[in-house]
């Protein structure tokens, strides 16, 4: 490992331990030569995304796009950085098990809407207007509607 100081490539490890949910090591090294200390992160490689657009155009999946987004619609609400990154784990540990490495962004975009309808609702429609691309109020009225939870007599006469 380089040291980023003195760029020598000669660097003890002081300490390792587990991060990101056991998915990478963190691994705190010091240079041998001018005894600056660093960090670095070691992750497994995994097989890259490719991500569908709408204009059928093809990208790498990349996760700050997510985080973007999720900050956007959780602005003002109780849902901050640490609970923004664990969902954004969540969807690429579900991506990478997946089979397919190839996903269009409407799929993306509805496993956000997942996550985001057991947290927060108003969080949800402002990603949903987005990610739905809304014209209207008719379109916020469908979708508030979608979240209204079933109350029982709609349940009773159903039954």
Known sequence: ???PSCQNTDSRVLESRSADSGRSVRRRRECLNCDFRFTTYERVETTP???LKRSG???LFNRSKIINGLNRACEKTLIHGSKIEFIVDEIELELHQGVCKEIKSIEIGEMVLT???DINEVAY???ASVYR???????FM????????IKKEQLA???
Not at 133 to 139: L, R, V
């Open 157 to 159: 006469s159903v039954i």
């Open 49 to 51: 995304i490719n991500v």
């Open 57 to 59: 155009a093809k990208e």
């Open 115 to 117: 996550h985001l309808k």
């Open 1 to 3: 490992m380089q040291c």
């Open 125 to 127: 429609i402002r990603f």
């Open 133 to 139: 691309q809304f014209n209207g109020i008719n379109d």
């Open 142 to 149: 469908k979708t508030l509607e979608a979240l209204k939870p």
